[in-house]
């Protein structure tokens, strides 16, 4: 049963995956959406048929000044955000870290990492004043569990597992809440950017393995953000069954 409902809720990335199963889970209750995206094209096809007001904006989360104006720029009805889905990121690459591509590890860290640091900042300060708020950042088991080829994937989002709770330390006296999901294998579009575009290498990682889909992430965030507002869900950790972590790795020479 719901027992609260955020009004207003941010959805960073909100064009494909995830963020387009996240966007049609809280339309679904009612809630007024901002819906960011890279290009207005993608934006324009997922706000059509949520049936709720939406604030739709172009940005590259990795540009603050970009990200600061979007903020700045808040329709007074859509500026009292009651919840922030940090949802943009991804993975590059899955060379193994001395051979993978520093430009690679640079896109990850600006959009994983700072971008989801510059939406916090400038989400949270209107939470704290208000005294209500929640914070929902989309990790990844990777941050707990390292895989060959992994490297600034892996670290980034172990960063927000740490950011996330060290963030639960500042906010216990303000009533805002933060909480990190972490997924495993999901079947989106994640391993097609991993590939850069490489559909057969991405079908691979997926074929047999039964995994999860983006509604099993929304509903899971669903459930932690409509819990009454005492309860703070620190993190989440979900896998397909199918998925599990592995043994340590040995190198043998003989
Ligand atoms: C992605 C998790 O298991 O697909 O964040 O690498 S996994």
């Given at each position: 049963?719901?027992?609260?409902?955020p009004?207003?809720?941010?959805?960073?990335?909100?064009?494909?995956?995830?963020?387009?199963?996240?966007?049609?889970?809280?339309?679904?209750?009612?809630?007024?959406?901002?819906?960011?995206?890279?290009?207005?094209?993608?934006?324009?096809?997922?706000v059509?048929?949520?049936?709720?007001?939406?604030?739709?904006?172009?940005?590259?989360?990795?540009?603050?000044?970009?990200?600061?104006?979007?903020?700045?720029?808040?329709?007074?009805?859509?500026?009292?955000?009651?919840?922030l889905?940090?949802?943009?990121?991804?993975?590059?690459?899955?060379?193994?870290?001395?051979?993978?591509?520093?430009?690679?590890?640079?896109?990850?860290?600006?959009?994983?990492?700072?971008g989801?640091?510059?939406?916090?900042?400038?989400?949270?300060?209107?939470?704290?004043?208000?005294?209500?708020?929640?914070?929902?950042?989309?990790?990844?088991?990777?941050?707990?569990?390292?895989?060959?080829?992994?490297?600034?994937?892996?670290?980034?989002?172990?960063?927000?597992?740490q950011?996330?709770?060290?963030?639960?330390c500042?906010?216990?006296?303000?009533?805002?809440?933060?909480?990190?999901?972490?997924?495993?294998?999901?079947?989106?579009?994640?391993?097609?950017?991993?590939?850069?575009?490489?559909?057969?290498?991405?079908?691979?990682?997926?074929?047999?393995?039964?995994?999860?889909?983006?509604?099993?992430?929304?509903?899971?965030?669903?459930?932690?953000?409509?819990?009454?507002?005492?309860?703070?869900?620190?993190?989440?950790?979900?896998?397909?069954?199918?998925?599990?972590?592995?043994?340590?790795?040995?190198?043998?020479?003989?």
């Open positions: 049963m719901t027992t609260y409902l009004k207003t809720v941010m959805i960073t990335a909100a064009n494909s995956g995830f963020g387009v199963a996240f966007a049609k889970r809280f339309a679904a209750a009612g809630c007024r959406l901002i819906l960011t995206a890279r290009s207005q094209d993608k934006l324009n096809k997922v059509q048929g949520l049936g709720v007001p939406v604030h739709g904006v172009v940005v590259d989360l990795s540009d603050r000044a970009a990200v600061e104006a979007m903020f700045a720029g808040l329709p007074a009805d859509f500026r009292a955000i009651d919840l889905i940090n949802n943009a990121g991804g993975a590059l690459g899955l060379e193994p870290g001395y051979a993978a591509q520093i430009d690679d590890w640079q896109k990850m860290v600006d959009v994983n990492i700072l989801l640091l510059y939406c916090t900042r400038l989400a949270i300060a209107g939470m704290v004043e208000r005294k209500c708020g929640h914070i929902v950042n989309i990790g990844s088991v990777s941050g707990s569990y390292a895989y060959p080829g992994g490297s600034v994937y892996c670290a980034s989002k172990a960063f927000v597992e950011f996330s709770r060290t963030m639960r500042d906010l216990i006296a303000t009533q805002v809440r933060v909480t990190n999901i972490e997924p495993g294998m999901v079947e989106t579009d994640f391993s097609l950017n991993r590939f850069k575009g490489d559909a057969e290498r991405a079908a691979k990682i997926y074929a047999g393995a039964n995994p999860l889909v983006a509604d099993d992430v929304a509903e899971t965030v669903f459930w932690a953000a409509t819990l009454p507002p005492r309860v703070n869900i620190n993190s989440i950790e979900l896998m397909p069954v199918t998925q599990a972590a592995g043994p340590l790795a040995v190198h043998r020479t003989a």
